[in-house]
């Protein structure tokens, strides 16, 4: 494949590669102790505590061999999925390096709470070895996990005021602003929510075990709207695909969004352009996060020498401000700050789940 030209590779959940080799069994996890990032209490797998089935030191051994292959071939790269890890992001950590793979994503993003500023903070300290030593590649959805749009719905969507795409377009700032690498998942830049199958259209085995406790991962599975009023949204000619479509997703359907300038693909797309020109967020691993108010995640990426920007996000469904003077002074990127971020009495009044985007001047 990589004399075909291949690019990379991605490899699977790469931490269930090998098992203990005495097959001991898994300890029953604790009452009350943490789940991994991801992993739903019906779940009998996190019933246990992952340890001698998953991220075993041989596993992490046989990447060498992995890496010497692609090391013998110009501008190659390999992504590992850490999956299930009872410490996500130090088990992505054990999978990268100059011997090992480019680069690890894990699923420290995807929680059963709402993002906040505190858990963000508390993930970037945590982070901090990785983020420096490279290799570090973020995401906040998967084809295992309940799409963005509709993970955190039972605790977002009680406020009548709750904006949905500006909560995703917030995410998708935070996750191109981090140091390192960022997956998008397929629909989450259309603003998919999950969809809602019966149960003979499903076909996830976890799903069809565990139903009606876990509805399994088939709602974030189901094909991508592409032209409304075409039949299954035009995404197969076939009679019938592999997973039905969801009527819900057609007002989202990408060629209408195409035509909208405000839409979320759009946004999408302009953001993910503008970063491609950001010394600060592609040539530096450089982070550094600063005291804010409750609710408000603000920090500085990139070097003094080259391009720094201040990004000031705001984690919560209520309209913040944030003192000019505790903040670096600098310049708004008009081209990416949201809107209704504005400058009122020297202060910086933030919307609901909204941003502002400053470009620091060089030492």
Same mark, same amino acid.
């Not at 605790?155 to 500006?166: I, M, R, T």
């Not at 969809?195 to 599975?221: I, K, Q, S, T, V």
């Not at 195409?258 to 302009?270: H, V």
């Given at each position: 494949?990589?004399?075909?030209?291949?690019?990379?590779?991605?490899?699977?959940?790469?931490?269930?590669?090998?098992?203990?080799?005495?097959?001991?069994?898994?300890?029953?996890?604790?009452?009350?102790?943490? +789940?991994?990032?991801?992993?739903?209490?019906?779940?009998?797998?996190?019933?246990?505590?992952?340890?001698?089935?998953?991220?075993?030191? &041989?596993?992490?051994?046989? !990447?060498? *061999?992995?890496? @010497?292959?692609?090391?013998?071939?110009?501008?190659?790269?390999?992504?590992?999925?850490?999956?299930?890890?009872?410490?996500?992001?130090?088990?992505?950590?054990?999978?990268?390096?100059?011997?090992?793979?480019?680069?690890?994503?894990?699923?420290?993003?995807?929680?059963?709470?709402?993002?906040?500023? /505190?858990?963000?903070?508390?993930?970037?300290?945590?982070?901090?070895?990785?983020?420096?030593?490279?290799?570090?590649?973020?995401?906040?959805?998967?084809?295992?996990?309940?799409?963005?749009?509709?993970?955190?719905?039972?605790?977002?969507?009680?406020?009548?005021?709750?904006?949905?795409?500006?909560?995703?377009?917030?995410?998708?700032?935070?996750?191109?602003?981090?140091?390192?690498?960022?997956?998008?998942?397929?629909?989450?830049?259309?603003?998919?929510?999950?969809?809602?199958?019966?149960?003979?259209?499903?076909?996830?085995?976890?799903?069809?075990?565990?139903?009606?406790?876990? +509805?399994?991962?088939?709602?974030?599975?189901?094909?991508?709207?592409?032209?409304?009023? /075409?039949?299954?949204?035009?995404? *197969?000619?076939?009679?019938?695909?592999?997973?039905?479509?969801?009527?819900?997703?057609?007002?989202?359907?990408?060629?209408?969004?195409?035509?909208?300038?405000?839409?979320?693909?759009?946004?999408?797309? =302009?953001?993910?352009?503008?970063?491609?020109?950001?010394?600060?967020?592609?040539?530096?691993?450089?982070?550094?996060?600063?005291?804010?108010? =409750?609710?408000?995640?603000?920090?500085?990426?990139?070097? &003094?020498?080259?391009?720094?920007? +201040?990004?000031?996000?705001?984690?919560?469904?209520?309209?913040?401000?944030?003192?000019?003077?505790?903040?670096?002074? @600098?310049?708004?990127?008009?081209?990416?700050?949201?809107?209704?971020?504005?400058?009122?009495?020297?202060?910086?009044?933030?919307?609901?789940? @909204?941003?502002?985007?400053?470009? !620091?001047?060089?030492?």
């Amino acid at each position: 494949m990589v004399d075909m030209g291949v690019d990379g590779f991605r490899f699977d959940v790469i931490n269930f590669l090998m098992h203990d080799r005495r097959l001991r069994n898994n300890p029953r996890r604790p009452d009350g102790a943490p +789940l991994p990032a991801g992993g739903h209490p019906d779940i009998e797998f996190f019933h246990f505590v992952n340890t001698y089935n998953i991220g075993q030191p &041989e596993t992490y051994d046989a !990447l060498r *061999t992995i890496r @010497g292959l692609l090391d013998g071939y110009e501008a190659r790269t390999s992504l590992a999925e850490i999956s299930c890890a009872e410490d996500a992001l130090a088990e992505a950590g054990k999978a990268v390096g100059d011997d090992r793979l480019h680069l690890s994503y894990n699923s420290s993003l995807v929680t059963e709470e709402p993002l906040s500023a /505190q858990h963000m903070r508390c993930i970037l300290e945590q982070a901090e070895e990785l983020i420096n030593r490279g290799g570090i590649c973020w995401t906040a959805g998967t084809h295992d996990f309940p799409r963005l749009a509709s993970r955190w719905h039972e605790y977002l969507l009680h406020n009548e005021n709750f904006d949905q795409d500006a909560f995703n377009f917030m995410v998708a700032v935070l996750l191109i602003s981090l140091p390192g690498a960022c997956c998008l998942y397929q629909g989450d830049e259309l603003g998919l929510p999950e969809a809602e199958l019966l149960y003979e259209d499903m076909r996830d085995p976890f799903g069809l075990r565990h139903y009606p406790d876990f +509805l399994g991962r088939d709602g974030c599975r189901t094909p991508l709207p592409w032209q409304s009023g /075409q039949p299954h949204f035009g995404f *197969t000619q076939a009679d019938k695909p592999w997973l039905p479509v969801h009527s819900g997703h057609e007002i989202l359907s990408i060629n209408i969004q195409e035509q909208l300038p405000e839409s979320l693909l759009n946004r999408y797309r =302009r953001l993910i352009h503008w970063r491609r020109d950001q010394a600060a967020l592609v040539n530096s691993m450089r982070i550094k996060v600063l005291p804010s108010e =409750r609710g408000i995640l603000a920090y500085v990426r990139g070097s &003094e020498d080259e391009q720094q920007l +201040l990004f000031v996000l705001n984690m919560t469904e209520k309209r913040s401000r944030v003192a000019l003077d505790t903040l670096p002074e @600098g310049e708004p990127v008009a081209a990416i700050t949201d809107p209704d971020t504005r400058l009122i009495a020297g202060e910086l009044e933030v919307g609901a789940y @909204g941003f502002w985007v400053a470009r !620091l001047p060089q030492a």
